[in-house]
T-cell receptor
């Protein structure tokens, strides 16, 4: 069990630039989630996939954000025209169907200057 | 998903039991109680979950009151590595997302 991996672990970018993060879930898990966490707060749900289908998106996910899971395996989260308010830890989690026992990755820390 | 209420912070002496309370007075009959913890700069880690009965695993015990309106996570012999933020979440089990509050910051002191 290699766990959930995320890449990169840290990203510093300038305001207005686009960034893309990758998440590799546990291989047999068909559910994949993205969360965002700012300092002092618990993680906030962004979106979730069951296999390749994106089944729910939070209102937090503005039109600058897009997530994909094209083959039902890894997922990418892209943020276009980054803003300073996008600075946060972006967490990915995976789980088997019918369970909220999620396995989280180490996160990608984004800093927008 | 039901809202949960937890104390903001707690302290515990190393080697002693840490008892972390959680209030979930509006929990519905099909919602489980899940506990996660987050050590600084890491992703959350699943600890344990339960529906009605008390549960125990290698990490912790979960005591759920008979009316299911509250629960307690017990770390029987806390170590310094248990210092973390602990989140109590009510979830339907097959639900699509976890709703995290601010959790309880547990500090284990030497």
């Amino acid at each position: 069990d290699t766990g959930v991996s995320q890449d990169p672990r840290h990203k510093i970018t300038k305001r207005g630039q686009n960034v893309t993060f990758r998440c590799d879930p546990i291989s047999e898990h068909n559910r994949l989630y993205w969360y965002r966490q700012t300092l002092g707060q618990g993680p906030e749900f962004l979106t979730y996939f069951q296999n390749e289908a994106q089944l729910e998106k939070s209102r937090l996910l503005s039109d600058r954000f897009s997530a994909e899971r094209p083959k039902g395996s890894f997922s990418t989260l892209e943020i276009q025209r980054t803003e300073q308010g996008d600075s946060a830890m972006y967490l990915c989690a995976s789980s088997p169907a019918t369970s909220a026992k999620g396995f989280f990755g180490p996160g990608t820390r984004l800093t927008v200057l | 998903d039901a809202k949960t209420t937890q104390p903001t912070s707690m302290d515990c002496a190393e080697g002693r039991a840490a008892n972390l309370p959680c209030n979930h007075s509006t929990i519905s009959g099909n919602e489980y109680v899940y506990w996660y913890r987050q050590i600084h700069s890491q992703g959350p880690q699943y600890i344990i979950h339960g529906l009605k009965n008390n549960e125990t695993n290698e990490m912790a015990s979960l005591i759920i009151t008979e009316d299911r309106k509250s629960s307690t996570l017990i770390l029987p012999h806390a170590t310094l590595r248990d210092t973390a933020v602990y989140y109590c979440i009510a979830n339907q089990g097959g639900s699509e997302k976890l709703v995290f509050g601010k959790g309880t910051k547990l500090t284990v002191n030497p």
